[in-house]
């Protein structure tokens, strides 16, 4: 037995050791193999990072060189950008192509944006007013003493291009998730030091970036203040480096050499002390970059928006340049192809029905008003135009100076966030504007005007505006705007006002005297706003109302009345701007009755009509038309108190006031054409102009022209101060004249 047991252990050791041989050879045979048939690892690509420069409209060569890149299969894993170069970075990033950037930039309305100025058409009715009395960028608050804006431009139009572009990445957690990880550079005003951005909002990171200080009103966030990253860090080469970034390929907007002309003028000593500082804080970047592409823009201004279809084939221009250099990191079609796949796989486009709104930063009576203002959209595809198109029509009250949105998750639902900011430095608010009218150097009239307007003295929507001005026209009034229920159309206005006017008298073309009308008094206004466009008021004033005569010979009996008026006017402003509308029509007519009449027994009645109506005519053109009219029902020997023709845009080749009678109509054709573009932050454009006049004067002295009629040619600039216009004007029996003047022209 115990043999038997020895045999069969002997028989299983010698079957283990066989079974031991054999798997020793089997991983011989296994290691050999492998020796001779290596596994063999695809080789890893480097990590690309594009970096963009900031330069304004000079930026736009960054979508060429991201055309070039495209075009040649080189992969991106990383965008850093400052101002317009994290404009573009971050538009990228989201997964935009070059084609579909270049798209949206040409597609923006960069004046308007840079303007800074909510479109005339969406002001409230009493904004369109303030504009028509001071048509000017110029507003100023009353809030904390006099107080300046902290920017020429809210950056609210901005704003709102980035907020509807980047909404479907409402909920990101961090730019890395995004289709292509991303990061931008602003200031941090509170520290000094520059800022990162790589988490947040990606909107507000954006226009956080390029907020230039002095023209973009920076950006706040809780306790911190973020103006353009320009100053601290332009091309930022050390950010994509932190990113993980192997090779950086750095784009650089080359303006080329210094022009020592540029220094003769406050402006441009104030600009290269910019361009120096900014210039110190890219050199160390330009260093450390593996690739530097200086593009050409030597030819171009930051300010160039409207140039982008030249501007950006510089990029391309560039990349082409060093092909040799950037085809390094080509990949082949089938590495591109899977590249861009899991690109666009992190894309979004898609965005979720909001359930509710929430309105941030606000309470109380406005919260809930303004909240009212966007139940629309619960439970609706988002429509971002009528979003904006609400905002705005919010901004038009002139109480905002910026208002954006976004989508907020709380729990499982998804809401409509907005964010409305109050203007900081009002109300009340300062309009100021500056007025000059001449036609030739005798007759030259400068004035002084300021609007001050404070809100909710008698209750809600309430509006109580106080005027004053010196010069040829001297005033002070004043307005009580309340309406007779609260957020209904109707309302009471009474006032108060005193004026007075130095006018001219003539025989001729000969001045003989001048006269000082005064008319002061007091009354009370009952209206109906019928839309944001047109509002109808019914008033009764009683009057003080004088003439007397100033200088020279006497024309006209001086006369002292004390009428009760009344008076019904209509106004409808239906045009698209205000200093110089290109489409639409305005309309304004007046109806009064007075008591006494100047000289005479009896009471008078008088009617005095506009009508402006403009046209667009393909790109650059305008034609306008302006008919006007007055009647005295039959009233005669009115002096002053009658109606004049003569001036400026009034028969510009005839004195002011040079045609002086009981009735008058007025007629005016002509065409503008845009000439030139200017910056959007100073001005808009500069347009050249003719036109023809002709009018007629019922019941003037002895020697007033029949028909008399002009044709005139001019150039009229639209600047941030208002509209400078200036030329030339020759007209029947001998009348010429030259005229310029700063001040509403239509």
């Known amino acids: 037995m115990n043999c038997f047991r020895r045999i069969i252990f002997s028989e299983a050791r010698c079957g283990a050791r066989a079974m031991s041989v054999l798997l020793a050879v089997l991983m011989a045979v296994t290691v050999t193999a492998g020796a001779q048939q290596p596994v063999v690892q695809p080789p890893s690509r480097p990590k690309v990072a594009l970096v963009f420069e900031g330069g304004g409209a000079l930026g736009f060569a960054h979508i060429g060189v991201i055309e070039w890149m495209e075009q040649h299969h080189i992969p991106v894993d990383y965008v850093a950008g400052t101002s317009m170069g994290g404009l573009v970075g971050g538009l990228y990033a989201s997964g935009m192509r070059s084609q579909e950037i270049a798209d949206f930039m040409g597609g923006i309305n960069w004046t308007a944006v840079l303007s800074g100025q909510v479109p005339f058409p969406a002001l409230s009715y009493r904004r369109k007013e303030d504009k028509l009395a001071f048509p000017n960028r110029l507003e100023f608050g009353l809030k904390h003493g006099i107080s300046f804006p902290n920017g020429l431009n809210s950056g609210s139009a901005v704003g709102l291009l980035l907020d509807e572009k980047m909404l479907p990445y409402y909920d990101m957690k961090n730019f890395d998730d995004l289709p292509i990880p991303f990061r931008c550079v602003a200031t941090d005003m509170t520290t000094g030091k520059e800022h990162v951005f790589k988490d947040g909002s990606l909107a507000q990171a954006m226009r956080a970036t390029m907020s230039i200080p002095g023209v973009f009103a920076p950006v706040e966030h809780g306790t911190q203040v ?35 002309k540029s220094l003769s003028s406050l402006v441009g000593v104030a600009g290269r002390n910019v361009e120096i500082m900014v210039a110190a804080n890219e050199l160390n970047s330009m260093k450390s970059a593996n690739i530097l592409l200086k593009a050409d823009v030597s030819k171009f201004s930051s300010g160039d928006f409207e140039k982008s279809a030249e501007i950006i084939p510089k990029g391309v221009e560039v990349a082409q340049q060093h092909a040799a250099e950037l085809e390094k990191y080509a990949v082949k079609n089938a590495d591109w192809q899977a590249y861009v796949k899991e690109r666009n796989s992190r894309r979004r486009t898609a965005v979720p029905e909001p359930t509710f709104v929430e309105i941030y930063g606000m309470h109380g009576v406005r919260q809930t008003e303004i ?8 439970n609706k595809p988002i429509d971002t135009a009528q979003i904006e198109k609400t905002i705005t029509d919010l901004q038009g009250t002139g109480l905002y100076s910026s208002i954006s949105y976004n989508l907020t998750d709380k729990g499982d639902k998804t809401g409509l966030l907005v964010r409305p900011r109050l203007k900081e430095y009002g109300p009340p608010f300062l309009n100021v ?4 009218s001449s036609n030739n150097v005798n007759d030259i009239q400068l004035g002084l005007a300021a609007r001050a307007t404070f809100f909710g003295l008698a209750g809600p929507g309430s509006e109580l505006r106080v005027n004053a001005s010196v010069g040829q026209v001297a005033a002070a009034t004043g307005e009580l705007y309340k309406p007779l229920v609260v957020g209904k159309r109707y309302f009471a206005a009474p006032r108060a006002y005193y004026t007075r006017t130095v006018s001219a008298f003539f025989s001729g073309s000969q001045q003989l005297a001048q006269y000082t009308k005064e008319k002061n008094g007091f009354g009370v206004d009952l209206g109906y706003i019928f ?8 008033g009764e004033d009683y009057q003080w109302y004088s003439e007397k005569l100033r200088i020279g010979t006497p024309i006209e009996q001086a006369f002292h009345i004390t009428p009760f008026v009344s008076s019904a006017r209509f106004q409808y402003l239906g045009q698209d701007s205000v200093q110089v509308p290109t489409r639409g029509t305005e309309l304004r007519t007046l109806y009064t009755y007075s008591t006494q009449t100047p000289n005479s027994s009896g009471g008078y009645s008088q009617w005095d009509t506009t009508m402006s109506h403009f046209i667009p005519v393909g790109s650059r053109g305008i034609i306008f038309g302006t008919g006007s009219g007055g009647t005295s029902f039959g009233a005669t020997n009115l002096g002053l108190a009658g109606f004049s023709l003569g001036g400026p845009l009034r028969l510009s080749a005839y004195n002011r006031g040079e045609l002086l009678g009981n009735d008058y109509f007025l007629a005016q054709t002509g065409y503008l054409h845009r000439l030139l573009k200017l910056n959007p932050v100073i001005g808009d454009a500069i347009y050249g102009t003719g036109f023809f006049e002709i009018g007629k004067v019922w019941g003037g002295p002895p020697g007033t022209p029949n028909l008399p009629f002009d044709v005139s040619g001019a150039a009229v600039i639209k600047t941030f101060i208002g509209p400078i216009y200036g030329g030339v004007s020759g007209g029947d029996s001998g009348h010429y004249a030259w005229f310029f003047g700063l001040g509403r022209i239509f």
């Open 226 to 260: 973020f103006s353009d990253g320009g100053a601290v860090n332009n091309l930022p080469v050390n950010v994509a480096r932190a990113m993980g970034a192997d090779i950086v390929i750095a784009v650089y907007l080359d303006t080329g050499p210094f022009d020592k």
């Open 433 to 436: 504007g500056v007025f000059l």
């Open 531 to 538: 839309s944001s466009k047109a509002e109808l008021r019914i």
């Open 371 to 378: 909240a009212n203002e966007f139940t629309k959209y619960v």
